[in-house]
C-alpha cells in the first residue's frame, strides 16, 4: 500500500523557517518526481515546486524562489521542503505528491499526501 506522510508543519512567527518532510512507503519512487502543492484559506491548491526523479533538477512556482527549496534523500523516498522568511500567506495546507512527471499540474501526479497545516503568525 502506497503511502506519502508529510510532516514538519505547525505554528510559527512571520520571518522564521521551516523544513517540511514527505515519506514515501509501499513502492520504491526513485526516477518519479516528487513535488509540493499547498491549499491557502479559501483558495484552490496550487503548484509550488517539484524535484525531478532522474534529472533530479528542482523547479518553482515563480513567486516563492528563493524562499523555498525542495531537497530528496532518494535512498529513503523522502523529499523536503524548507521555507525560509515566512510570511502570513504561507499559511495553508501543504500536500506533498509523487508522479512520474515533473510538472506543475496536479493531474500528473498520482499519489498524494494527507497534507501537513503551516500556520504563519505576523
Known amino acids: 500500500q502506497v503511502q506519502l506522510v508529510e510532516s514538519g508543519g505547525g505554528s510559527v512567527q512571520a520571518g522564521g523557517s521551516l523544513r517540511l518532510s514527505c515519506a514515501a512507503s509501499?513502492?520504491?519512487?526513485?526516477?518519479?518526481?516528487m513535488g509540493w502543492f499547498r491549499r491557502s484559506p479559501g483558495k484552490e491548491r496550487e503548484f509550488e515546486g517539484v524535484?525531478?526523479?532522474?534529472?533530479?533538477?528542482?523547479y518553482y512556482r515563480e513567486d516563492v524562489k528563493g524562499r523555498f527549496t525542495i531537497s530528496r534523500d532518494w535512498a529513503n523516498e523522502t523529499v523536503y521542503l524548507d521555507i525560509n522568511s515566512l510570511k502570513p500567506e504561507d499559511t495553508a495546507i501543504y500536500y506533498c505528491a509523487v508522479g512520474p512527471l515533473p510538472g506543475r499540474q496536479e493531474a500528473l501526479f498520482g499519489y498524494w499526501g494527507q497534507g501537513t497545516q503551516v500556520t504563519v503568525a505576523s
Open positions: 509501499g513502492r520504491t519512487f526513485k526516477h518519479y518526481a
Open positions: 524535484i525531478g526523479g532522474d534529472n533530479r533538477k528542482a
